[in-house]
């Protein structure tokens, strides 16, 4: 018979202050990037920089581990910020300035942009259990029961990478149709950061326990199409 632990079970505890310390260091690590992007970047290129803000927000004042796979994601795909194709459209990658981006610099920070994701990743896939194991599935049979440590608000976060998958598609669907380099350049970059967050906050909640999965999958499903279409949109106002 599957033991049931106790919210007051020690290990327990301790991962749910670890959690806290981890998103609290990752904010940090974003807010970090935010004051680099803008520091270099300024008014040219405003918006990388809000939406690494935003996250640092988002992390800071959230206590969901869902919020991990975004960090993942942000780190993954901000590896195109490294495209000279992609500095041409929505400015140039603050890191490879610092650094001095020559071949070597870009392997390096590649590395270490995917060192970063898969570190939050593993994150991601520890401290889920803390919403629970009732609603999980896969897991074996012999584990103990763990108890919901962290509210579960993975269905909200579902319908927020929805929302945000829809107005990237929106945004870049402007920028396409009406291909005027100040529109372009006003919605693409905004376009990219709404859809890096529907496919991260969808992946955070479809691999957590929750009821409305497909909600996710619709939102990772239009944070992908939104991500490419932001990408064209750049490229029509590399031209």
Do not use: C
Not at 34 to 42: P, S
Not at 139 to 149: G, Q, R
Not at 152 to 158: E, G, I, L, S
Not at 181 to 197: C, D, E, F, K, M
Request: charged fraction near 10%.
């Amino acid at each position: 018979m599957t033991t049931s632990l106790s919210p007051e079970t020690p290990t327990l505890v301790l991962a749910t202050q670890r959690l806290r310390r981890i998103m609290w260091g990752w904010a940090a690590t974003f807010l970090a990037m935010a004051a680099l992007d803008f520091a270099l970047l300024g008014t040219r290129f405003p918006v990388p920089a809000l939406v690494w803000l935003a996250g640092a927000l988002l992390l800071a004042l959230g206590r969901q581990p869902a919020f991990l796979a975004l960090v993942a994601v942000q780190w993954g795909l901000s590896l195109t910020a490294l495209h000279s194709g992609f500095q041409a459209a929505f400015g140039p990658d603050p890191l490879g300035m610092v650094f001095r981006g020559e071949a070597v610099e870009n392997v390096v920070l590649g590395a270490v942009r995917v060192l970063l994701m898969v570190m939050a990743w593993s994150q991601f896939l520890f401290y889920r259990m803390l919403y629970g194991t009732a609603g999980a599935s896969g897991l074996d049979k012999d584990l103990p029961s763990i108890p919901e440590m962290i509210p579960n608000r993975t269905d909200q976060v579902a319908a927020y990478s929805r929302l945000a998958g829809f107005l990237a598609i929106s945004a870049a669907l402007v920028t396409l149709i009406l291909p005027l380099p100040g529109i372009v350049r006003s919605l693409a970059a905004p376009a990219l950061g709404l859809a890096t967050y529907a496919i991260g906050l969808g992946i955070g909640a479809a691999f957590s326990p929750i009821h409305r999965r497909v909600v996710a999958l619709i939102g990772i499903g239009l944070g992908a199409v939104g991500f490419l279409m932001a990408l064209a949109a750049g490229r029509v106002m590399s031209f």
